[in-house]
Structures are given as structure tokens and as C-alpha cells.
């Protein structure tokens, strides 16, 4: 079982999707979910994998995308999606953003809907980007009513919740003495590990160290478009 879940932002994609794949784990005895909302998922600029399982719910993987929108970022993020898919095994959600208008938006989608190797779609609340899967016969399109109780954020809103999840993630930084590649002032590195997975982000500070909550040895320090949440800080 697999199953992508698309359409607007604020249509309860989220919410709809962590109850399938709580559901999928009762089922089978073990889930993921995957969290492909750069802007508004679990850790903004990355990508996630969770599990579900016996022993509840875990990151499991994470992926730098490294832009906390799909524009600009297209070609890593179909990457990061497929890697999560393979990763996810064959019971698996993916819960994608809210880019969806326009015709760039709805390629997209569709590409992305194509390198997860989905078996299923659920479009919530568009008529229209339903469409750009019907014609597909191999694939099982359903249309699906937004969750009650919904409420639309606004950009405001949608920054200061990016901004609590970055603080959160780097909670416990520590300075460590890591050789750093140039990077706009201002903005945040990721900390990779040997095979390329995510293990955390950090801060440069004025006498040029990393603050960061990562204690592993990285294999690579790169450069992001993340935005350090409170830059006068660090």
C-alpha cells in the first residue's frame, strides 16, 4: 500500500495523512509516513521519514532539500521524494505541500507523483488538479473532503511556525570547530552524514564556529537557503 496525498495548502493534508499511516501501521504492523512539505513539514528545508511501528512513531530518516519551497529546489526535492519512497518500503503516505496552482505547480506534481511510484492518489478539496492524474489508468485517483475543523493560516503565521520548529530543532546547539564552506551570512548549514542523510542544521557564530545540536562527526558541512530563525543570536 501506498498513497500520495495532494492539494491546497490549509485543505488538512497533514492531519489526514498521519491518521492513514497510524492507521496503515495497525493494519500491518508497521508504516511510514512521508513528510514532503519543505515549508510546513516537521523541520522546515528538509525532507522526512517517519516510522510507525510497536514502538510508536519515530523520525526515522531526513533529507536536505535545502529551500523551504519546492520553487527553485524542483529537481532535489523529486530526488529527496524518490530515496524516501525506496526507504519507506511497500507500506507507505506521502504528504506533500501546498504548491499545486499554475501550470509549473501541477507538473510538478505529477512528476512527483511519478518518482514515489504511488500506487494511489488523494486529491483533497481540487476538482481541477484531479484531473492532471485521472486519465492515468494504472493509478487509483480519489477525491477527498478536507478534515473538519481546518483553519487557514496565514503567511505570518506560516513564518512563525517555521521559525518554532528551526529554534526547537537547535535547542542544546553547542559550538563545534568544523572546517566551514562559503555561505551567505544570515543562513543555515547542514550537517550530512556518509550516505548523505540529514543529521541536523547549525549556525555559524561571529568567531566562526558552527553552533549546532549534531554531537556525530559529519561527512559534509553545506551551505542552505534556510534562514537562521533569530540571526541576531548567533
Known amino acids: 500500500m501506498n498513497l500520495v496525498l495532494v492539494g491546497p495548502t490549509d485543505r ?51 533529507l536536505l532539500v ?3 519551497q519546492p520553487l527553485g529546489a524542483e529537481a532535489w526535492l523529486l530526488a529527496a521524494s524518490a530515496r524516501l ?20 505547480a501541477r507538473r510538478f506534481r505529477y512528476q512527483q507523483v511519478e518518482v514515489l511510484g504511488a500506487a494511489q492518489v488523494g486529491v483533497l478539496d481540487d476538482a481541477d488538479l484531479r484531473e492532471v492524474f485521472a486519465w492515468r489508468r494504472d493509478l487509483e485517483v480519489r477525491a477527498l473532503p478536507a478534515p473538519p475543523g481546518v483553519r487557514a493560516k496565514t503567511a505570518a503565521e506560516r513564518r512563525r511556525l517555521r521559525k ?10 553547542q559550538p563545534r570547530e568544523l572546517e566551514l564552506p562559503p555561505a551567505r551570512p544570515g543562513y543555515l548549514y547542514a550537517l550530512l552524514d556518509g550516505e548523505g542523510w540529514f543529521l541536523g542544521y547549525g549556525a555559524r557564530t561571529q568567531d566562526g564556529r558552527l553552533l549546532t545540536p549534531v554531537r556525530r562527526e559529519p561527512a559534509r558541512v553545506v551551505p542552505t537557503w534556510v534562514r537562521v530563525p533569530l540571526a541576531g543570536l548567533w
Open 12 to 62: 488538512g493534508n497533514s492531519t489526514l495523512a498521519r491518521a492513514l499511516a497510524e492507521r496503515a501501521a495497525r493494519r500491518f504492523g508497521r508504516a511510514h509516513l512521508l513528510d514532503l512539505d519543505v515549508g510546513q513539514g516537521s523541520l522546515p528545508g528538509t525532507v522526512t521519514l517517519f516510522r510507525w511501528d510497536r514502538a510508536g512513531v519515530r523520525v526515522w530518516r531526513r
Open 66 to 68: 535545502g529551500k523551504v
Open 85 to 104: 519512497a525506496r526507504a519507506g518500503g511497500a507500506v507507505w503516505v506521502a504528504d506533500t505541500d501546498g504548491w499545486v496552482e499554475g501550470a509549473a
Open 164 to 173: 518554532l520548529r528551526l529554534l526547537r530543532h537547535l535547542q542544546g546547539a
